[in-house]
């Protein structure tokens, strides 16, 4: 169904590439580093009972995030069918949307809506729309953990061009909804001794209109 895809990113990811990166993602060191970032990203909100995550591949950071937040409800965006699967195997079946950023039509509203490394990896100029997805799909949080740079940027991606791309992506965001505010932001650091993270620079937003 790769024809069905608008941008070259999105059969990059649902390709042979995006299965490649499952094998790459899924160690125990990473669910750690995952379980030490989210409790710093989210260490100012307020009780969540129900979580979506666009970009969300096998799980590791539901998979660390089940344990900050055990007996909640999860949910994941995932284009790549053998990562959906696997998903699956964690979250269940029913709350996994095996389909493009751009395919995804929210019903429910996710008291946390969030990306992480994922809106580096969006044709620029379907940005827009992945915005509005996030925002129409958060009843009160949205977090944003991405490659920061203050104008856009394309970065060569393992031997690739257009694959990879920096800006600032929650500034954007706040500029386009003037409801959000900002509740929290930081950095993590590739070469932390202890929890290394990619070097991503995390913003925490909240809808004020609800």
């Keep these: 169904m790769t024809e069905n895809y608008i941008t070259e990113q999105e059969s990059f990811w649902a390709g042979s590439f995006g299965n490649e990166y499952i094998d790459r993602n899924k160690s125990d060191e990473l669910l750690a580093s995952n379980l030490n970032f989210f409790s710093k990203a989210l260490a100012k909100i307020q009780p969540v009972s129900n979580v979506i995550e666009f970009g969300a591949n096998i799980g590791m950071n539901l998979k660390a995030l089940s344990l900050l937040f055990p007996r909640k409800v999860f949910s994941g965006i995932e284009i790549n069918k053998l990562a959906a699967s696997q998903?699956?195997?964690l979250i269940g079946k029913e709350n996994v949307f095996?389909?493009?950023?751009?395919?995804?039509?929210p019903i429910n509203t996710y008291d946390l809506a969030f990306i992480k490394g994922v809106l580096i990896h969006i044709n620029p100029n379907q940005l827009d729309l992945v915005y509005q997805k996030l925002y129409a799909s958060s009843h009160k949080y949205i977090l944003i953990a991405e490659y920061y740079?203050?104008?856009p940027v394309m970065i060569p991606y393992r031997g690739n061009n257009d694959r990879l791309f920096k800006r600032d992506f929650a500034g954007e965001m706040l500029n386009?909804?003037?409801?959000?505010?900002?509740?929290?932001y930081g950095f993590t650091y590739r070469n932390d001794p202890v929890f290394p993270q990619d070097d991503i620079?995390?913003?925490?937003?909240?809808?004020?209109?609800d």
Excluded: A
């Design 98 to 105: 095996n389909c493009s950023i751009f395919d995804f039509s």
């Design 87 to 89: 998903l699956s195997n």
């Design 149 to 151: 740079n203050p104008s």
């Design 176 to 184: 386009k909804y003037p409801d959000l505010i900002l509740v929290d």
């Design 201 to 209: 620079t995390w913003f925490l937003l909240e809808k004020t209109n």
